[in-house]
Nanobody, 121 residues
Framework: VQLQAFGGGLVQTGGSLTLSCAVS????????MGWFRQAAGKEREFVAA??????LYADSVKGRFTITRDNAKNTLYLQMISLKPEDTAVYYC?????????????????WGQGTQVTVSS
């Protein structure tokens, strides 16, 4: 299984970005997927997850970020609006074996390489 995240970049405060994560090597639709991020000097944190039961967001991004998936394209997305400097981080997509949209990183078994998002003030 391979996950490849892309779409990061440099944006100003209040700007928008959409991240994508292409998945190959398995049936995409049968597993929960998630986005995590890691800022410099900080631990990796949960951002959002999607499964057949619905979606889950961290409080810090609720109302600003939207996670979606296109099963036909085996692609996961994270639409980000109203970006803030504190959203600056490397963003990772990941696949879980669970269908319950976990927020704990240890419950995800496959990870993409990460894409950098930088929000300037």
């Amino acid at each position: 299984v391979q996950l490849q995240a892309f779409g990061g970049g440099l944006v100003q405060t209040g700007g928008s970005l959409t991240l994508s994560c292409a998945v190959s090597g398995r049936t995409f639709s049968s597993h929960s997927m998630g986005w995590f991020r890691q800022a410099a000097g900080k631990e990796r944190e949960f951002v959002a997850a999607i499964g057949w039961r619905g979606v889950l967001y961290a409080d810090s991004v609720k109302g600003r970020f939207t996670i979606t998936r296109d099963n036909a394209k085996n692609t996961l997305y994270l639409q980000m609006i109203s970006l803030k400097p504190e959203d600056t981080a490397v963003y990772y997509c990941a696949e879980s074996s669970l269908s319950t949209m976990p927020s704990r990183s240890e419950l995800y078994r496959y990870w993409g390489q990460g894409t950098q998002v930088t929000v300037s003030s």
